[in-house]
């Protein structure tokens, strides 16, 4: 089994940064992708930032420049800079991959809260 823990949100001003971290644990053989989503309130969730085990990444073009995702072993990371009030969502991180059963897994974070303030 596969947990992700997600870690990092807050409330903060438009214009500021903070950086959320996914610490992705258990029988974990190769985790091949991280994904972050978020969802606003009375919205869908939606796609923000990817990277892959080679480190290829993509990103929503609405967080282009401003975000930055990034990976190191089996914990993921999304920095975010130039917060605007539109960016305030609970984000999630999703991972999929490998566990050493042999079995593919597809494992979600609980979510974080990002509260961006004009």
């Known amino acids: 089994q596969v947990q992700l823990v997600e870690s990092g949100g807050g409330l903060v001003q438009a214009g500021g940064s903070l950086r959320l971290s996914c610490a992705a644990s258990?029988?974990?053989?190769?985790?091949?992708?991280m994904d972050w989503y978020r969802q606003a309130p009375g919205k869908q969730r939606e796609f923000v930032a990817s990277?892959?085990?080679?480190?290829s990444t993509s990103y929503a073009d609405s967080v282009k420049v401003r975000f930055t995702v990034s990976r190191e072993k089996n914990t993921g990371y999304l920095q975010m800079r130039t917060l605007k009030p539109e960016d305030t969502a609970v984000y999630y991180c999703?991972?999929?991959?490998?566990?050493?059963?042999?079995?593919?897994?597809?494992?979600w974070g609980q979510g974080t809260q990002v509260t961006v303030s004009s």
């Open positions: 258990g029988n974990i053989w190769r985790l091949n992708a």
């Open positions: 990277i892959t085990s080679r480190g």
């Open positions: 999703n991972a999929r991959g490998t566990t050493t059963l042999i079995e593919d897994f597809d494992a």
